[in-house]
């Protein structure tokens, strides 16, 4: 079960920021080949962000997302899941896809507890 949290600022207009989440739950599992209900997705607003020593605005702020997932995806899997993720950000939120970070994160399993028990 991947969990993908999204740090960005918040969009001129609140509805797309569940229209992008709904787009990374979808891009995410048919590029890692899982069922949707299985993808987990949080906006994380951001209060603020720079580019170095510059303030940006919506328009020209950056997005960092983090995917944490379970060990054990071929590279080929997760490279799919990270462009995926990158699109669906970037078209939902109308940003340039240069600007979306995604960063995968592997979990071990026995460091996991989820659906109320130890995932390993």
Same mark, same amino acid.
């Given at each position: ?5 999204? *740090? ?17 739950v979808t891009a995410l599992s048919d590029g ?23 303030r940006r605005d919506f328009a020209g702020h ?13 590279? #080929? ?25 995604? *960063?995968?994160? #592997?979990?071990d399993p026995a460091q996991v507890f989820a ?6």
């Open positions: 079960m991947p969990v993908v949290q999204i *740090h960005a600022l918040p969009p001129p207009s609140p509805d797309r920021v569940d229209a992008c989440l709904a787009a990374v890692l080949g899982c069922e949707p209900a299985g993808v987990w997705a949080q906006w994380c607003a951001a209060a603020a962000m720079h580019t170095g020593p510059q950056c997005p960092v997302v983090i995917i944490r997932a379970r060990r054990g995806r071929a590279p #080929e899997q997760i490279a799919q899941g990270l462009a995926a993720t990158a699109a669906a950000v970037a078209t939902s939120l109308g940003l340039p896809l240069d600007d979306v970070w995604v *960063h995968w994160q #592997e979990l659906g109320g028990q130890l995932q390993g």
